[in-house]
């Protein structure tokens, strides 16, 4: 399933991803499921309806595609879908993977082993200057190193390594600049790094676009580094992230008696690697398998229309606390494929919210 | 073979701890051997004549043992055999355990359950508050704070613990006032909690008497937390010891630009918990099993001579790089009493040296 996209199939590649209520899970199974985003955009008014969609599912139109793809254009950022070739190695292999991301700089950047180096936004001046000093280290090693472009630490380790190789990930377009003071540093990432997001070209982020920012940071990277970091904090959330798919995690310690360590201390009390230094990111990363050659992506069993009951069932079983769709399959007591196809559609109709990590809530 | 002591008895047992080269390995194999002290030192100038020695065993003469016991006397302090029903259980758990200790202020500290909190001399402000702190919660919680009246987290730790319940072990006699801004504190300790130590009042330490004095805090304590630390400091040799007698290792973790923490987070590194307060410590102790009821010590096997082959055969396997003593029998093909007779007997002679943890090595 690995392929080039020709302009015409980027184009219903970008209208499917852009699609009201098509998350990566949807867009993951319908394309497992009808092949191509062309057949899949010809299906969904159907597959919304049948979930019980009451007025029509909003698809951009070819003038907003046109739009997204001169913005991405005029910028000179490469729109880089998932079934793509050149679509970063790490980030292919999440499960389910972004359906397309965009990309200003050197995308050479993106094929290269990468740690992503993130933390507190209001951290201290050792903090910083920890982070730079191991950034620039990793750079050292040959590694490239991720990060969010926030103040404090992110800033830091991207100061630390953009003479090495630097890629900044953005909750919104890749031409969001924010914080403002951060206005020098986004130039020489485009300059001489990386700069990478989900969104579209022009679109400033929201709170909600950063869970999908730290997503792809981790996605990214073979070893999360959080240096610094309160608790509950969203450096955290992409440490778990990348937890969860396989990535090593490792935190900086500090001392009990700084707020700012006990995100990271809880870090290692959960069982992260301690991180000291350069030598402890390479030890956690010797662990790693090579990622090797990239395999071709395991589609969803074969396609099965769901009958009105096992919708039905299937939408009587959801509630708001997550659970996971293979419970789903058990207790409905139907083949997953149909169950699957069932949560597509509900997902479609906005009665279902299709997470990563193979779980489903009622919304 | 737990026993009340006449004073007779305890004078024996006192005059063959401090007869040279029996150190606690040697003490605990004669009194498996001969079953009394008394018989032990009539035993003795013999065995270490057949295990080469050249000229008389050192003993101390009724006299100077006189002096020590009046010694002690004097301060207040209780003499404590090992074989003692009131002799501190968790010491006694060691293999082998001290032969005694001089104990002075409130001897039944000795008995309840223990946590040390110690750490670098050169300690920061942060350091100390929070080790004071630390202690003062763990003695809420009705745990006895142990640690070494050194400057900096031992003696906050001891401040912090004062109310509740502290006890201090010494590497000289448990008069040995070191360092002499820790007078005040010495006295509080005396008069509150618990001076410990297992050298003869009077003596001033040496720099050898510390191990001896670290491997009794950590063995009075069922978890060591370890408070700022540089490498290669002396908190971490009693936070190796307290790990070999199974006790739990708990460290404070700090910025990778603190010297002070590279100590802490390398325990961290090789699997110590980590301490950010109190409740990490209690977590830490619900693991462990409780120590129960005092059980009698299973001395090594029955008496055997071993004969002048067996015992150069021993000699001549011994270098100075430590081996276990499980080894040596291995290799002499000889039955283990047999071999740890031989053992003790150039031992005696000055040509062994008995070491904590079943190893052995040449002089």
Redesign the interface.
Known sequence: MIRKLDARQRRDWLTLARTETVGPVAFDQLIGRFGSAATALEAIPELARRGGRAGALRMPSAAEIDRELDDGEALGAQLLCACEPDFPQALAALDPPPPLIWARGDIGLLGRPSVAVVGARVASA??Q??ARGLAAELGQAGLVVVSGMARGIDGAAHEGSLATGAVAVLGGGVDDVYPHDHADLYARLVERGCVVSESPPGRTATARDFPRRNRIIAGLSRAVVVVEAELRSGSLITARLAAEQGREVLA??????DPR??GT?DL??QGA?????VD?VLRALEGLRDLGEREPRAFPGPPAEPDAGLLSRVADLLSPTPVSRDEIVRTAAAPAPAVFAALVELSLAGRAELLPGGLVARI
Do not use: M
């Open positions: 050792a903090g200057r920890f900086t310690p500090g001392s009990p008696l360590a006990r201390n290692l009390r690697a301690i991180c000291e230094g402890d």
